[in-house]
């Protein structure tokens, strides 16, 4: 169901240069010009700011990129920043605990109110050229979620009034253009518009946006904190700060210490059974605190404890999982080239 792109009177694209927000800027552009619609069309680009070290929380290059597709279809482009600070300030100054699918707040704070801003400027803007003074300015708002991704996402409209934030002055309209579409038509219309991807696709990574991003597979989070070491060190610095995990099912001192075990074993180093024992206890240890945790709620409920030999198992299973993706990442991407913070 495509709206027809004169009932309103601009467009906002928002991306993140990632596969998703690539389809979305093509697919916008070939309906505008299959529709002729001649009004102000405008791609949002969220910069999520740097880590304590100057690492972009983001893949680097993402502006850059997102810019070169906005212009390849005569877009104009918007560089929008949280005034009160990045992703990184936000965790270590305000919030103190990691996002996570609950408690999303960078996406909240970092996108959603960021363009929420730029189109209260478009607004006005648009209002004062075009002389509109008697009804609303109406904004279609593209952003390029896949159902694919999420039930939550399934779940949304593709055209629905975003009455939270219309108002007398405003229609805003949320499209999601692409929420039925597969990972292969997103390929596909990106091959066909002939966009450059950028180049961490080519590294083995399924997404783009944060590089490490707490929704992220095990395996796009061990392949992006190999490839971008610095960014990890920082990430386990802030997890250390804060004393929470990166995430409950698995932390960043995981993911650096499966990492290093896995480096080890690809040079062949024999310090690489220490290491890896050593990681078993690590993991072990958080093991026994959640299993020490969860036995004092069954008590205080009557049940009887999980049995000792759980935390075996639960050992076994997660240190299993930490060098599968661990080894994998060191594999795609030996001696970690290409280089981390080339785009
Ligand atoms: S990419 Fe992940 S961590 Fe970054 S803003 Fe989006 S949900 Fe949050």
Redesign the pocket.
Same mark, same amino acid.
């Given at each position: 169901m495509n709206p027809n792109l004169h009932d309103h009177d601009l467009i906002v694209i928002n991306s993140?240069a990632g596969k998703d927000s690539m389809a979305l800027t093509a697919y916008v552009a070939r309906l505008v010009t299959a529709q002729g619609f001649t009004g102000p069309v405008v791609v949002l680009h969220n910069d $999520?700011g740097v880590t304590r070290s100057g690492h972009p929380?983001?893949w680097p290059g993402v502006e850059a990129l997102a810019r070169e597709h906005a212009e390849r279809y005569g877009f104009r482009f918007e560089v929008r920043r949280r005034e009160r600070g990045g $992703?990184w300030d936000q965790l270590l100054n305000e919030r103190r605990k990691w996002?996570s699918s609950a408690a999303?707040w &960078?996406?909240s704070d970092?996108?959603t109110s960021q363009g929420i801003k730029l189109v209260t400027q478009l607004v006005e803007e648009f209002r004062a050229e075009a002389g509109i003074t008697s009804r609303p300015v109406r904004v279609l708002y593209a952003l390029g979620i896949r159902g694919e991704e999420s039930d939550n996402r399934a779940r949304k409209s593709i055209l629905a009034v975003d009455e939270a934030h219309s108002s007398r002055n405003r229609t805003i309209t949320r499209w999601h253009p692409i929420r039925d579409w597969t990972v292969g038509e997103v390929w596909a219309e990106i091959k066909a518009a002939g966009l450059r991807p950028h180049a961490a696709y080519s590294w083995g990574m399924s997404r783009l946006? &944060?590089s $490490? &991003?707490?929704?992220?597979s095990p395996e796009d989070l061990f392949l992006a904190a190999w490839l971008r070491p610095e960014l990890a060190s920082d990430y386990l610095w802030a997890e250390q700060e804060l004393g929470h995990r990166f995430r409950l099912d698995l932390s960043m001192v995981e993911i650096v210490g499966g990492l290093h075990v896995a480096e080890l074993e690809q040079a062949g180093n024999p310090d690489a059974r220490t290491a890896l024992g050593a990681l078993a206890g690590v993991i072990r240890a958080v093991v026994q605190e959640q299993q020490d945790a969860k036995n004092a709620d069954r008590a205080a409920a009557g049940k009887p404890p999980f049995p000792a030999k759980r935390v075996n198992r639960r050992t076994v299973a997660q240190l299993d999982k930490v060098m599968r993706c661990a080894r994998r990442a060191v594999s795609l991407a030996p001696g970690r080239t290409p280089s981390r913070e080339a785009a």
């Open positions: 993140s $999520l929380v983001e $992703l996002m999303r &960078c996406t970092q996108k946006s &944060c $490490l &991003c707490v929704l992220a």
